[in-house]
């Protein structure tokens, strides 16, 4: 069974500092996204890593895949207020098109 | 261009009524799904359809049923509604070979059973 694990579930920054989000996932997969949800609102796609080594880049958000170890990280560099959000993993289950999610991480960003 | 449109937002329902949750998509997607979200429990999958006329259970799927008639619209039904399924449902889109795309979400339909 696919188990994707993300840490922290909390956190608490301050504006300027640099921090990241590991998503640890428990068999094969060559598909992995992060997804940003604000409070009340819908999920939107921020990033599709495919292949081993991927990343991508995306203003003060950076994700990379390491499939080899089953690790995604997202780094966040620099926080700012309006990356206050909750921010989800998501495995593709062996190119079955079901998503396996992380339970998130609610990250918040102090002044 | 809509993108994926989710009715109702909101919904009450008593415990043992039934609903039709909708969920319509204009991007000619192949793939729709149905996903709840429970707080803590980041989102798990309900129901899935890779075309019209071909459905596939998720990891949640008790309680729920679904058909896909259309490409376009993929309801996702509460056959006898209890408590446990107040949650708020997502419904997504992806075009085949999904690993370039992602999937595209609609606003959800939070749903309360009393």
């Known amino acids: 069974e696919l188990k994707v694990e993300q840490n922290p579930l909390f956190l608490s920054m301050q504006e300027g500092k640099n921090y990241t989000i590991y998503c640890n996932y428990s068999t094969t997969s060559d598909r992995l996204y992060w997804y940003r949800q604000d409070p009340g609102k819908s999920l939107e796609s921020l990033f599709v890593l495919l292949s081993n080594g991927a990343v991508k880049q995306e203003g003060r958000l950076m994700a990379s895949l390491d499939t080899k170890a089953r690790l995604s990280t997202l780094h966040i560099t620099a926080a700012v207020h309006d990356l206050s959000a909750t921010y989800f993993c998501a495995v593709d289950k062996g190119g079955s098109e079901k998503l396996v999610f992380g339970k998130g991480t609610k990250l918040t960003v102090n002044p | 261009n809509a993108g994926v449109t989710q009715t109702p937002k909101f919904q009450v329902l008593k415990t043992g009524q039934s609903m039709t949750l909708q969920c319509a998509q204009d991007m000619n997607h192949e793939y729709m799904s149905w996903y709840r979200q429970d707080p803590g429990m980041g989102l798990r999958l309900i129901h899935y359809?890779?075309?019209?006329?071909?459905?596939d259970q998720g990891e949640v799927p008790n309680g729920y049923n679904v058909s896909r008639s259309t490409t376009e619209d993929f309801p996702l039904r509460l056959l006898s509604a209890a408590p446990s399924q107040t949650s708020v449902y997502f419904c997504?889109?992806?075009?085949?070979?999904?690993?370039?795309?992602?999937?595209?979400f609609g606003s959800g339909t939070r749903l309360t059973v009393v």
């Open positions: 997504a889109s992806s075009p085949a070979g999904t690993g370039y795309y992602g999937y595209t």
């Open positions: 359809s890779v075309g019209a006329g071909i459905t």
